[in-house]
């Protein structure tokens, strides 16, 4: 008799442990973020993780690997990616990738509004939102300019002074950027498919002629950075960061904007579709925004975010260079992607291979 | 004692067949199955054959292929012909401690994966790397040299990769040759290249065969040291894979171009079997 309530109180212990175990597993849960590098960093995760108790997974990757990857599980594996603006409605529409964003659990008062809205505005697919900013930046020229002072526009990437030591991608960016410095106007053309055809075909041509000029295409950001710092590239195509970081090593290597306007990408937080902890994906937005966090990101990024008030708290030198590299009018020139009609990439694709067959 | 040696084969053969299965031939199915279908609206697809013409018809991608093919070929003959005499030392020439350490320094490049291997390369040829700075110093060269980013980089990092998987399977058959006989070559009056001719590649064609084989789909589908010892003119058949999958969102034409590999692949190995007289069966046997 007596064994027995003793086993009953230990089943009822055990049980009560359970389900407290329970519990908590339902208020504290893992956010699996698919991220680019340094837009998570070690401090701001570690923050995060005391204040609300959830714990963060970070995946590090990029805009193609990002879609690739939801893709390929119809949306799942992940609880929070974070694609540019431009590459959320063409791959919904197509792939139905994502979900969409609840704006109410989304302290919209820590965004900057014009921010805020462009992107609402871009990735409304059927009426829904699907995607609320984070990070910006832009692409342009990273330029040595005690050897490449010529170069103003992508343009002049091709031109004699600089042959074989001007390197650039061998993706969109690089035809968009290229068709601006031509006069063209490819974002006009996104609509029409012919037009968008007829209009790669010029630059295709363009960069088949540019060739011999380039020392190689690069893949990944450090690569680009050891080209330039070898010395053995004085002119590449490249984002803002990539030539800020540059310029803290060597004053001669800085970020230009290209005449024709660098091209300017926000980077968004977005929901996957099959997503399992909405609640802590919405916790760790309302968190990064804060301005303070939104700064501490920025260190470690080298980008802005769409945080109001975060650039007061941000490191004088990065502020500096910023400044340098964007004149007022240099700003109001940023032409910014709007989003890529699906299919699109298939001639652009056509276009890339061939400029790499290319002799 | 029936029942028990078959309840042991049910239970050996079973991981292989989930593995295979699970693994390689669902996977495959699925493959087919996308490749075999083209898109005609935003998320509307019917069944074609649209994606294998595209191959066929654009001359850019069969270019890729052939281009892909035949420095593989280069690759794998060069292979063979730094390996053998490698191999033929260790097997032969050298004996004991000396035998171990060899066959040791051909392994320790692998302790490292492929991507530290390229990098090294990379950091040896490239304009202000080692191999350039090195001539300069000497006075053979006025200024800095590219040796970076054309074909024959492409080859020398092929050949590197795979200098292992010719020599193992060499140094086995070779291991296998009795000594003897090629004392009895020479006794008959043997020179040395005849001895090599008439005794020794004979007995070594499996293990030539196989290292072959290997070493030709290896190189055939090696994606990282083509792309960055290539840069801009690299231009591999797996990199057009990898961007129809992942840059262009294109899996149709991926899957597609997967398939066209795996077939045009086998049939380039068949060929050559023919071509030299060889059986896949004596080669594993």
């Known amino acids: 008799m007596h064994l027995r309530s003793k086993k009953l109180k230990l089943v009822v212990s055990v049980a009560t442990f359970g389900l407290l175990g329970l519990t908590q597993a339902t208020s504290a849960d893992t956010l699996r973020l698919l991220t680019w590098g340094g837009y998570a960093p070690e401090n701001v995760v570690e923050m995060f993780e005391k204040e609300t108790g959830h714990t963060v997974e970070v995946t590090k990757s990029n805009n193609e690997e990002m879609i690739a990857k939801l893709r390929a599980t119809g949306g799942g594996g992940f609880d929070l990616a974070q694609p540019s603006q431009d590459r959320i409605a063409g791959p919904q529409a197509e792939f139905g990738i994502y979900k969409p964003i609840d704006l109410s659990k989304i302290d919209a008062s820590q965004f900057i509004t014009s921010m805020l809205e462009a992107t609402k505005g871009n990735t409304t697919v059927d009426g829904e939102v699907y995607g609320v900013p984070h990070v910006w930046g832009t692409s342009g020229l990273v330029l040595d300019t005690s050897k490449a002072a010529s170069v103003k526009d992508y343009t002049d990437l091709c031109s004699d002074d600089v042959a074989g030591k001007v390197s650039y991608r061998l993706k969109r960016p690089t035809l968009i950027g290229f068709a601006f410095a031509m006069g063209l106007d490819p974002f006009a053309a996104y609509g029409d498919e012919a037009a968008y055809t007829e209009l790669m075909e010029k630059v295709e041509a363009k960069l088949i002629e540019c060739k011999p000029n380039v020392k190689t295409y690069w893949g990944g950001g450090d690569e680009l950075m050891n080209l330039v710092r070898s010395g053995e590239v004085v002119a590449s195509m490249a984002w803002d960061t990539g030539g800020w970081k540059l310029n803290s090593d060597n004053p001669d290597i800085t970020f230009v904007a290209p005449a024709s306007g660098a091209l300017g990408w926000i980077d968004t937080f977005v929901l996957p579709a099959k997503g399992k902890a909405d609640d802590a994906a919405y916790a760790w937005i309302n968190f990064v925004m804060q301005p303070k966090v939104a700064a501490m990101i920025t260190d470690a990024a080298g980008n802005f975010t769409a945080s109001k008030g975060a650039d007061e708290f941000v490191a004088a030198d990065l502020k500096a260079r910023y400044q340098a590299s964007f004149p007022p009018e240099a700003v109001d020139n940023i032409k910014w992607y709007p989003p890529v009609p699906a299919g699109l990439e298939a001639i652009e694709g056509g276009v890339l291979d061939r400029v790499k067959a290319a002799n | ?285």
């Not at chain 2, 350039?132 to 990769?161: K, R």
């Open chain 2, 1 to 285: 004692m029936r029942e028990g040696t078959r309840i042991g084969f049910i239970l050996l053969v079973t991981p292989l067949l989930l593995w295979l299965t699970l693994l390689i031939v669902i996977p495959h199915i699925d493959m087919l199955l996308i490749s075999l279908r083209e898109r005609v609206g935003v998320g509307e697809y019917q069944f074609s054959a649209a994606n294998y013409l595209t191959f066929l018809q654009e001359p850019l991608y069969l270019w890729t292929f052939l281009r892909t093919a035949v420095m593989s070929v280069t690759a794998t003959l060069i292979t063979l012909l730094v390996a053998f005499p490698v191999a033929y030392y260790i097997a032969k020439m050298a004996k004991g401690r000396v035998k171990s350490l060899l066959f040791l320094l051909c392994l320790v490049p692998f302790w490292v994966s492929e991507l530290v291997r390229t990098f090294g390369w990379m950091i040896l040829l490239r304009e202000t790397g080692i191999v350039s700075s090195l001539l300069q110093y000497l006075g053979l060269v006025d200024g800095p040299v590219e040796m970076l980013y054309n074909d024959a980089a492409i080859m020398t990092g092929l050949v590197y990769t795979s200098m292992l998987f010719m020599v193992v399977p060499l140094i086995t058959t070779l291991g296998s040759l009795d000594d003897a006989v090629i004392e009895a070559g020479y006794d008959l009056g043997g020179s040395g290249p005849s001895i090599l001719r008439e005794i020794i590649i004979p007995h070594a064609m499996p293990g030539i065969v196989s290292g072959c084989i290997v070493v030709f789909m290896l190189s055939l589908g090696n994606y990282l040291t083509p792309t960055m010892l290539g840069g801009k003119d690299s231009l591999w058949f797996t990199e057009l894979i990898y961007s129809q999958f992942i840059v262009r969102f294109n899996w149709e034409l991926g899957a597609a171009f997967g398939f066209v590999l795996l077939f045009l692949s086998s049939f380039i190995v068949w060929a050559m079997l023919r071509l030299t007289g060889q059986t896949l069966e004596k080669t594993m046997g």
